[in-house]
């Protein structure tokens, strides 16, 4: 775990493992202590993983005034560049799936495929245990593409 000077914070992290890049994003409240130990072994086992805390969440500072989800994707992008990560796949649970489609959207040379789980309306929750199987065995599967 390292802090991070991310624009006008500092953000808690972690990168560990090996291979293709992996950014991982909690949602509301959540830190990265909230990412199964399993699951992260698993991952990191294959991709070289970067998980988070957010602004406002565990051992990331709370700068005076309110969020913002573009807000949440700068500091991501940020931290990204921070961590070496040029590009990326974006995994994001709950409000975490909301950041990832920010990010894709304001920041779209910086990811390979965006996976969200949980996110508002998501209906069946319990689907989030299965997530990194499912995910895994997709994540061949490339992300939309620019033209020009």
Not at 14 to 42: C, H, K, R, Y
Not at 51 to 78: C, H, M, S, W, Y
């Amino acid at each position: 775990m390292e802090k991070v000077t991310v624009g006008d914070l500092d953000m808690c992290c972690q990168v560990s493992g090996e291979g293709s890049p992996l950014v991982m994003i909690q949602g509301l409240t959540a830190n990265m202590d909230w990412w199964p130990p399993p699951m992260l072994a698993d991952l990191s086992s294959s991709y070289r993983t970067l998980i988070l805390d957010n602004r406002g969440a565990g051992r990331t500072e709370a700068p005076p005034g309110e969020f913002t989800v573009k807000q949440f994707a700068d500091d991501t992008a940020g931290l990204m560049d921070a961590c070496g990560f040029e590009r990326a796949h974006v995994m994001g649970i709950s409000m975490g799936g909301m950041i990832a489609q920010e990010l894709v959207l304001n920041y779209p040379d910086k990811v390979d495929t965006r996976s969200r789980s949980a996110r508002p309306s998501a209906g069946d929750r319990s689907r989030f245990w299965q997530l990194p199987r499912c995910w895994r065995s997709s994540s061949t599967a490339r992300g939309p593409t620019r033209s020009g």
